[in-house]
């Protein structure tokens, strides 16, 4: 069964702090995403990861950036965070078939608040 | 920019109904176009995936249709049920984006089914 595990469902830190969340899925998906969703906001795309080491921004990628070490992690990084910062973060992955795209799968989320 | 959009934004049936939820979007070159389901609190859950060049999927009880010329998609469920109230967000994939998959998401659907 697909797998994507978001290091914590909860998470509270401070202004200016440097904030890391981890996402890890084990189906050796190719592609890796992160988003954040926003009450009348809906979800939207930070930065996301075709390949090791690569990474593309998103919509919103202004405050953040991300690290890809190894397939299975996909590290999203608040370099100082901010109270806008605070969110609901939510990591998904998908397999790149043969060109086509399979679903996109999503861990539970990682609720941060900043203070 | 892909603009999605989900009527209606909130939808309270009885139980055993059929209903439609509808989605559109602006930009009809779609590479494909994903249904999910979000429960409070949590991650989204994959539903559905149409690829551009078909027409429609099918799951249980659910099936989702897609209109790419017209820049439309239905999901229909058949004979609700309580456990089908959750969020139900659109998903079309961008054009172009053959190798990473990026989707564009809806603010979705809040359905509630009454025992």
């Known amino acids: 069964d697909v797998k994507v595990t978001q290091s914590s469902r909860y998470l509270v830190k401070r202004t200016g702090e440097k904030v890391f969340l981890e996402c890890v899925q084990d189906?050796?998906?190719?592609?890796m995403f992160w988003y954040r969703q926003d009450p009348g906001l809906g979800l939207r795309l930070i930065y996301f990861?075709?390949?090791?080491?690569?990474?593309e921004k998103g919509d919103i990628p202004e405050g953040y950036s991300v690290s890809r070490e190894k397939k299975e992690r996909f590290s999203l990084i608040l370099e100082s965070a901010s109270t806008n910062q605070t969110s609901m973060y939510l990591c998904?992955?998908?397999?790149?078939?043969?060109?086509?795209?399979?679903?996109?799968?999503f861990g539970d989320g990682t609720r941060l608040s900043i203070l | 920019k892909q603009e999605v959009t989900q009527i209606p934004a909130a939808l309270s049936v009885p139980e055993g109904e059929n209903l439609v939820l509808n989605c559109s979007f602006t930009d009809s070159a779609i590479y494909n176009l994903q249904w999910f389901r979000q429960d409070p609190g949590k991650g989204l859950t994959s539903l559905l995936l149409?690829?551009?060049?078909?027409r429609e999927q099918t799951s249980g009880r659910l099936n989702a249709s897609l209109d790419k010329s017209s820049g439309r998609s239905t999901l229909y469920i058949a004979a609700s049920q309580p456990g089908d109230s959750a969020t139900y967000l659109c998903?079309?994939?961008?054009?172009?984006?053959?190798?990473?998959?990026?989707?564009?998401f809806g603010q979705g659907t809040t359905l509630q089914v009454k025992p």
């Open positions: 149409i690829q551009s060049s078909q």
């Open positions: 189906m050796d998906h190719e592609n």
């Open positions: 998904a992955s998908s397999l790149r078939y043969g060109g086509s795209n399979q679903p996109q799968h």
């Open positions: 990861s075709y390949d090791v080491k690569m990474k």
């Open positions: 998903a079309p994939g961008e054009d172009g984006s053959g190798n990473t998959g990026k989707l564009i």
